[in-house]
């Protein structure tokens, strides 16, 4: 099993233009400034007014003079396409800042060693949006997702912590957003940044995401328009506990080559739940 920590992943490619933002947003009046009393709705609306005008135009002169990359295009314009899918699996792991679960992930990890498959662990110090937008170039097999959600499951939550001067563009795009988990604010990446800001196709990964209600919907057509081969989320909300056991028998499963459907209906008819009341676990693919 390789630990994956976010020096591999964080590079500088990308952030020429949010800093050029901040710096814009530093330099503006306090008549400018959010007062105190308003939500954190009203303050990002504020916010993505006052800059839509000097990000277009900044956007607009930087790529007409070719001094100013577009956000999100550390992919590079010359990159080669991604490669076929390896025989590796990812193991996405936002959750362990609070609530870790290292038997899982060695379970995980002997599960793919049986099955011919290496395992790269990604842990909260890894989890950037950066990340998310270079995983297709790594060419998983399997893709799994041990991350937080919001309330509608169309997000996936990272653990960096959210400022509101940082991926300004991204936020101005409803690219990348915050999520409150236990008090503390983080990015999150949507449906549009696993569109339009992820490098490359997913080559027919298996994308498993664990997460209350991803099963939603959103998040799931995102990933399959990406590439990905199926996508396994909930339609409810789930306790941490519930999760954990429910992949992990499902990751065996699939590794061992029995299809999605197969799999879901075996753990669904062993754990004897009701799939009239939930939560379910929901298929998109094969």
């Known amino acids: 099993m390789r630990r994956v920590t976010r020096k591999e992943e964080s590079g500088s490619r990308g952030r020429q233009l949010d800093q050029l933002i901040?710096?814009?947003i530093s330099a503006q009046p306090d008549s400018l400034a959010v007062?105190?009393?308003y939500s954190s709705v009203s303050k990002k609306r504020r916010l993505k007014s006052a800059l839509l005008l000097s990000v277009v135009m900044t956007l607009a002169l930087g790529s007409l003079f070719g001094t100013i990359p577009l956000w999100g295009s550390g992919c590079g314009l010359n990159q080669a396409p991604s490669s076929a899918s390896s025989r590796s699996v990812a193991l996405v792991d936002s959750l362990a800042v609070d609530s870790p679960n290292p038997s899982l992930v060695e379970k995980v990890s002997s599960l793919a060693s049986a099955a011919g498959y290496s395992l790269d662990y990604y842990p909260p110090a890894a989890v950037s949006v950066d990340l998310f937008q270079h995983l297709p170039e790594k060419g998983y097999s399997m893709i799994i997702l041990r991350t937080h959600?919001?309330?509608?499951?169309?997000?996936?939550?990272?653990?960096?912590?959210?400022?509101?001067?940082?991926?300004?563009?991204?936020?101005v795009l409803d690219r990348v957003g915050d999520a409150n988990v236990g008090g503390r604010q983080y990015f999150s990446v949507t449906p549009s940044y696993i569109g339009r800001s992820m490098c490359g196709r997913l080559q027919g990964a298996m994308i498993l995401s664990m997460g209350c209600t991803t099963g939603s919907g959103q998040l799931a057509k995102a990933f399959m328009?990406?590439?990905?081969?199926?996508?396994?989320?909930?339609d409810g909300l789930v306790t941490v506990a519930q999760t954990d056991s429910t992949f992990q028998a499902l990751v065996g499963l699939l590794l061992e080559g029995v299809s999605a459907d197969l799999a879901i209906q075996?753990?669904?008819r062993v754990s004897g739940s009701d799939h009239t009341t939930g939560p379910n676990l929901v298929l998109y693919g094969q």
């Open 225 to 234: 328009e990406k590439g990905a081969r199926l996508f396994v989320g909930w």
């Open 35 to 37: 007062r105190q009393g």
């Open 22 to 24: 901040d710096s814009l």
């Open 266 to 268: 075996t753990l669904t």
């Open 149 to 171: 959600s919001t309330w509608d499951g169309n997000v996936v939550v990272t653990s960096e912590p959210y400022d509101p001067h940082q991926r300004v563009i991204g936020q």
